[in-house]
């Protein structure tokens, strides 16, 4: 079990990367570049160095080999090159899951190791974990992802064993057929390791249930949102905590409650995992039980980062997530636009009639836009720089009253010294 945990785990510290990613009808070049960004600083997160990236256009991705035969020979020649002027590329990163075929004759080409999205963020997680909790929920993620793949790690164990007289000779009695190979005796370890890892997070999540019925009847509020928006340090800065912030992805992984107290209202508060793109289902269902702060919340405050460019589609990969694995659609629901310190746009000249993108559309429009949708659901801060912070406060105080309110509605008199100070 020792070797299998060897390729459970990828080590890709201070290793050389090269980045693939496609072009395909369902994803046009600007999609690719920004889809190779995000891959990118996931290899650095991991530790890695990236010092090439290959795009290709196809209509999609080719069944066998992922890309074409012509750029897997362009990559294979690249790393070739680079290895005689001393500079070895020792991994390739695909931005998409490779299936076992893909990833087997990918390998077989180019010789080196050979890395897909999941796994790296597979590799992040197992850096990232430091709970028990987190730790059985990484561990099962690679379990799940390492099964179908056992033929390419393990096609030179493939023997035969175990069976009672083979190999005997003539007239050789109880012969119970070939006995069981390498690859279906690794499969069975793999799956009674995933069947006791299901039990422990079974156990914890009983644990972590009666934790939260001990919490009483306390207004719960969690913090959701896309891996890197600043929801960590929002998190120490309301609750003075000293959540760990960084500013890599998924920095965090474990789920943070603390209390927090608005004036004379108390709450709790919830740091949760981080979302991505193109995160696959699979590995999202091992985390589920970490998402059951979110499923019993109150209150969801959707953290985003206001200065990425593609701010929007990363709030439509959240809305989705969180409608299909913590079914949150119906949940009140508060924006908190961060990073406005971090906010730039470029202005269009006046003969420039192409349409205008994100980057030139000004921080006040975006501001009357968000607000004209939801109204007084949203506020624009800087975590960092403590922008407004004192808004967000009032607009959290507000939300949980009218539902601290309706759970204890002899308790108004509570409320009079603050409302009293915020006339």
């Known amino acids: 079990m020792s070797n299998m945990k060897e390729f459970v785990i990828s080590e890709v510290k201070n ?21 190779l960004d995000e891959l990118a600083f996931l290899a650095e997160t991991a530790g890695a160095v990236v010092v090439k990236r290959f795009t290709q256009r196809l209509p999609q991705p080719h069944s066998v080999t992922y890309i074409g035969q012509g750029k897997l020979e362009e990559i294979r020649q690249y790393i070739s090159d680079e290895a005689d002027a001393e500079r070895e590329v020792g991994m390739v990163i695909f931005d998409d899951e490779l299936s076992p075929k893909q990833l087997r004759n990918v390998e077989k080409v180019l010789q080196v190791k050979i890395l897909d999205r999941t796994s790296l963020i597979l590799d992040i997680f197992a850096m990232r974990a430091q709970t028990a909790h987190a730790k059985t929920q990484v561990e099962l993620a690679q379990y799940r992802y390492l099964l179908p793949r056992l033929q390419r790690l393990w096609t030179h164990l493939e023997r035969q064993g175990g069976g009672s007289g083979a190999g005997g000779g003539k007239g050789s009695v109880g012969l119970r057929g070939p006995g069981e190979t390498q690859l279906e005796m690794d499969r069975r370890i793999i799956l009674n390791r995933m069947s006791l890892l299901k039990q422990r997070l079974a156990e914890i999540d009983r644990q972590k249930l009666t934790q939260r019925k001990n919490r009483g009847r306390l207004i719960r509020v969690a913090l959701v949102g896309y891996t890197n928006v600043g929801k960590s340090t929002l998190m120490n800065l309301l609750a003075k905590s000293e959540v760990f912030a960084e500013n890599k992805l998924f920095a965090t992984l474990d789920t943070t409650v603390r209390k927090v107290v608005i004036e004379n209202l108390p709450f709790l508060l919830t740091d949760t995992v981080g979302f991505i793109r193109k995160l696959p289902t699979h590995l999202v269902d091992s985390f589920k039980s970490t998402l059951d702060e979110v499923r019993e919340s109150d209150i969801l405050v959707h953290v985003v980062d206001i200065s990425h460019p ?114």
């Open 310 to 423: 593609q701010f929007e589609e990363q709030i439509e990969v959240v809305n989705r997530t969180l409608q299909e694995v913590c079914n949150a659609g119906d949940k009140e629901m508060v924006m908190v636009f961060n990073k406005i310190d971090q906010f730039t746009y470029t202005p269009k000249d006046e003969d420039d009639l192409t349409p205008r993108t994100r980057e030139n559309i000004p921080l006040d429009e975006l501001k009357a836009t968000w607000m004209a949708r939801m109204g007084s659901n949203c506020v624009f801060i800087s975590a960092k720089r403590q922008q407004n912070i004192d808004e967000l406060r009032r607009l959290l105080y507000t939300k949980a009253k009218v539902i601290h309110t309706q759970r204890f509605p002899y308790n108004d008199f509570l409320y009079q010294t603050y409302d009293d100070l915020t006339e």
């Open 15 to 35: 290793e050389t990367a090269v980045l693939v990613g496609l072009t395909t009808n369902r994803q046009n070049e600007a999609k690719t570049n920004e889809y």
